[in-house]
T-cell receptor
Framework: GAGVSQSPRYKVAKRGQDVALRCDPISGHVSLFWYQQALGQGPEFLTYFQNEAQLDKSGLPSDRFFAERPEGSVSTLKIQRTQQEDSAVYLC??????????????FGPGTRLTVL | GDSVTQMEGPVTLSEEAFLTINCTYTATGYPSLFWYVQYPGEGLQLLLKATKADDKGSNKGFEATYRKETTSFHLEKGSVQVSDSAVYFCALVTNDYKLSFGAGTTVTVRA
C-alpha cells in the first residue's frame, strides 16, 4: 500500500514568508508525528497527534510553528515569518496505534525547507 | 533526558568487509531501541528493533543486541554490499512515543 507522502519535497522561502508543509499519513494510522532534521543531525521531535488531537507540541521551537490535523488524517505544519534557522528537512511519520513506544513509526521522504 | 550517542562517520569500507556501528544510550525507564536507515534520496526506514534487554533485532543481514548492562545497541553486518551505502541512525523510545535519534553515521561501501 501507499506509504507516508509529503509535499512539497523542496521549498525555498524568503525570510519572513509563511510556509505550509503537508503530510499524508498511511491510511488508518492513528498517530502522526512531525520531526525536524538539521543538516548532519538526527531528527528531533516536534509534535504528536492522536487522530485530530494534538497531544504533545513540546518540541515546537517557537510560537511561529503551528501544526494541525483537523480530520484526523492529513496534517499541515505551518511556519510563520520564516527565519534562516528554520532551514531543515521536516519529516512526517505515522504509526498504527495510539502511543505505544514499540509501535513502528513509518516516515515520509521529508520536505527540505531552505530559507534565504 | 533521553539521548543516543553513535559512532561518528563517515565510514568507508570495501565490499564483503565487516561493519560495526557503535551506539550507546542514556534513558530513564526501559527503552525500546531501533536502527533506522536512510538510503540516498529516500526517507527513513526501520531496519531493526529490540524491545527488551538481551533481545536481538535482525534484518537484511544486519544484527543488533540490546545490552542493558552496557547501555548499548551496536549494529553489525558480516559482509557488506555496495547497496548498504546509506546513513544509519540509532534511536530509542521510552514510555512515550518520542523517538530520540543519534546524529547518524554515513557508511560508504566501495566495490
Amino acid at each position: 500500500g501507499a506509504g507516508v507522502s509529503q509535499s512539497p519535497r523542496y521549498k525555498v522561502a524568503k525570510r519572513g514568508q509563511d510556509v505550509a508543509l503537508r503530510c499524508d499519513p498511511i491510511s488508518g494510522h492513528v498517530s502522526l508525528f512531525w520531526y525536524q532534521q538539521a543538516l548532519g543531525q538526527g531528527p528531533e521531535f516536534l509534535t504528536y497527534f492522536q487522530n485530530e488531537a494534538q497531544l504533545d507540541k513540546s518540541g515546537l521551537p517557537s510560537d511561529r510553528f503551528f501544526a494541525e490535523r483537523p480530520e484526523g488524517s492529513v496534517s499541515t505544519l505551518k511556519i510563520q515569518r520564516t527565519q534562516q534557522e528554520d532551514s531543515a528537512v521536516y519529516l512526517c511519520a505515522s504509526s498504527h496505534r495510539d502511543r505505544g513506544g514499540t509501535d513502528t513509526q513509518y516516515f515520509g521522504p521529508g520536505t527540505r525547507l531552505t530559507v534565504l | 533526558g533521553d539521548s543516543v550517542t553513535q559512532m561518528e562517520g563517515p565510514v568507508t569500507l570495501s565490499e564483503e568487509a565487516f561493519l560495526t556501528i557503535n551506539c550507546t544510550y542514556t534513558a530513564t525507564g526501559y527503552p525500546s531501541l531501533f536502527w533506522y536507515v536512510q538510503y540516498p534520496g529516500e526517507g527513513l526506514q526501520l531496519l531493526l528493533k529490540a524491545t527488551k534487554a538481551d533481545d536481538k533485532g535482525s534484518n537484511k543481514g544486519f544484527e543488533a543486541t540490546y545490552r542493558k548492562e552496557t547501555t548499548s545497541f551496536h549494529l553489525e553486518k558480516g559482509s557488506v554490499q555496495v547497496s548498504d551505502s546509506a546513513v544509519y541512525f540509532c534511536a530509542l523510545v521510552t514510555n512515550d512515543y518520542k523517538l530520540s535519534f543519534g546524529a547518524g553515521t554515513t557508511v560508504t561501501v566501495r566495490a
